[in-house]
Every structure is written in structure tokens, then in C-alpha cells.
């Protein structure tokens, strides 16, 4: 009679784990690897944007730790706004040995496609506590214009 | 250019244990942990967060770093279009080292928490002398 030994993928369990549990957590391990993305699934790309707005701007805004405003690149063409840039994470001195690593660096870039045209000559953005901010005032021709109704007498 | 490509990464939410102190979603903070023979020091990546209101506490080898978000984000800003959410940053470590309490010194530039923990000097053992009658 053949043995047939499951793939069972990273993470052991214990030697007293039925047959059952080990197919059930098989099967869960390959639908991690090539199924539906697992509930709390976010878009995949650096750095995360969120976008909100009141009546005259659009306010854009993006985590990015560590960073310099001349480390960054901000273009607006027409409604697009790209941010582009590089996280550089420096050698400490001292001869250290590092536990952990979990900070990432490298290049990124990224564009956001906004509702209205902006006026990209009135952009701004600062960098403060590690957040960028970047403030987008809407064009003023695609502004709603209050439209006068004169009354017939 | 030649750079290498970031790996994104999504914030990392804390399971809720019923003990925070506000409401909200509570993140844990990506670190670098490094030491060499004189310290250990953690670098923790915590964007929004200001350096008078990051709270450290050591006490029987655990390390919590609490930093707190102020709201960022005006009453009257409306949302159109959000990839992720706003919350205080939260994380604890074990040392394994004994650290010199008074010597711990903590600064914030930028969103990014940097962290040196002087290792207290281990007392040398005294050579103890054996008379000879």
C-alpha cells in the first residue's frame, strides 16, 4: 500500500495532529498560496494613499517615514498626481548586529488619478512627522458654477 | 534608475485584548533591532507620530513603546478615496539584557522612533585573594 505523505507548506504541527487536521490545514495552506485574497486584503503598492477633500482642494496624503522632501518627486499633469522617490535606510556606526529588519527601502513610485482637474500651479506639500500632505486646489473652471435663474415677471 | 523596488507592506493591526485605552484601530510599528556590545537600539518606523507624545516603559524586561496619532485630517475633509486608516502605534519587547534605566535616551524625527538602551555594566567579579600561612 502506498504512503502518501501531504505538503503541508510553512508551519508544523504536532506529531498528535489527526489525519483530518492534516489534510484540513493542507488544503488551507494551498488556498492561501493561490486563492481568493484573505479578508483585510489591501492594495499592493508603496506608500498607501488616502485622498479627501472639501469645496476648493484636494488633500492627498501618504505615510512615508524617514523620507526628505528632497528625496521625494512630486509632478501633477492635468488630474494625475505622481509621487516618486527612494527610502534610503542608513548604516548604523557602531558595529552593530541586527535581531530584526522589518523597515523596507527602496524606490517607489506611484499615480493617483483624481475626480477634477487640479491647478498645478497652486499645488503645495509638506513633510511633516513622516507624513506627506499634499494640497491640490481644484481647477477653477471645473468648479460647480451657482448658476443665476432670473425670474420672468 | 537602478533602484531597488520597494516590498509593500500592510500596516500590521493588533489583536484586540479589551484593554486599550481609546477607540480605533491599534498598529504595530515595523522595527530594526540592533545591538553590539554597549547597547541595544530599536528603530520604529511610527509616521504621525510627535516625539513629546511617544511613551516608553521598562519594567521587568519589558519594553512598551506607545505612540499616539493625533487626527490629521480636518472636520470638513470628506473622504474620496482611502487605502488605510489612521490609529495609535503599540508594540512590546522582552530584553534580554539589563538595561541602565537612567541612560535610555529616545528621539523622533520624522515619524521614525529611534531608541538606545545602554546595557549596564556588568560588575566585574573581584579577584579574590587566598592567603597562603
Given amino acids: 500500500m502506498a504512503v502518501i505523505r501531504w505538503q503541508t507548506g510553512p508551519g508544523e504541527f504536532p506529531e498528535s495532529a489527526s489525519d483530518f487536521d492534516r489534510l484540513r490545514q493542507g488544503m488551507e495552506w494551498l488556498l492561501d498560496s493561490f486563492g481568493s485574497p484573505s479578508p483585510g486584503f489591501t492594495s499592493r503598492v508603496f506608500p498607501s494613499i488616502n485622498v479627501t ?3 476648493d482642494y484636494y488633500y492627498l496624503r501618504a505615510e512615508l517615514p524617514g523620507l526628505r522632501s528632497e528625496e521625494l518627486d512630486i509632478s501633477v499633469v492635468g488630474n494625475q498626481v505622481s509621487i516618486r522617490g ?6 548604523e556606526k557602531g558595529e552593530f548586529n541586527y535581531h530584526r529588519r522589518e ?26 512627522k513622516g507624513i506627506l500632505k499634499v494640497t491640490l486646489p ?9 448658476i443665476q435663474i432670473t425670474a420672468n415677471k | 534608475m537602478d533602484a531597488k523596488e520597494m516590498v509593500p507592506q500592510e500596516k500590521k493591526e493588533v489583536k484586540r485584548t479589551g484593554e ?7 498598529f504595530i510599528p515595523a522595527v530594526d533591532i540592533l545591538e553590539n556590545q554597549n547597547e541595544i537600539m530599536i528603530l520604529a518606523d511610527m509616521p504621525g507620530v510627535d516625539g513629546k507624545d511617544v511613551d516608553i516603559d521598562l519594567r521587568n524586561d519589558i519594553l512598551t513603546i506607545r ?11 470628506v473622504s474620496v478615496y482611502r ?4 490609529g495609535d502605534y503599540f508594540r512590546q519587547f522582552t530584553l534580554a539584557e539589563v538595561i541602565d534605566q ?17 546595557k549596564k555594566e556588568k560588575v566585574k567579579p573581584k579577584k579574590i585573594e587566598v592567603s597562603v600561612s
Fill in chain 1, 53 to 55: 477633500e472639501d469645496k
Fill in chain 1, 86 to 91: 527612494e527610502r534610503k535606510i542608513p548604516v
Fill in chain 2, 102 to 118: 537612567g541612560k535610555i535616551s529616545a528621539k523622533m524625527d520624522n515619524g521614525v522612533l529611534r531608541l538606545n538602551l545602554p
Fill in chain 1, 103 to 128: 523597515r523596507e527601502d527602496g524606490g517607489f513610485r506611484r499615480t493617483i488619478s483624481l475626480p477634477m482637474e487640479i491647478d498645478s500651479d497652486k499645488v503645495s506639500a509638506e513633510m511633516k
Fill in chain 1, 138 to 146: 481644484k481647477h477653477e473652471k471645473t468648479k460647480p458654477r451657482k
Fill in chain 2, 20 to 26: 486599550e485605552m481609546r477607540p480605533g484601530p491599534v
Fill in chain 2, 67 to 77: 505612540g499616539p496619532v493625533s487626527p490629521v485630517e480636518d472636520e470638513k475633509e
Fill in chain 2, 83 to 86: 487605502e488605510y486608516s489612521w
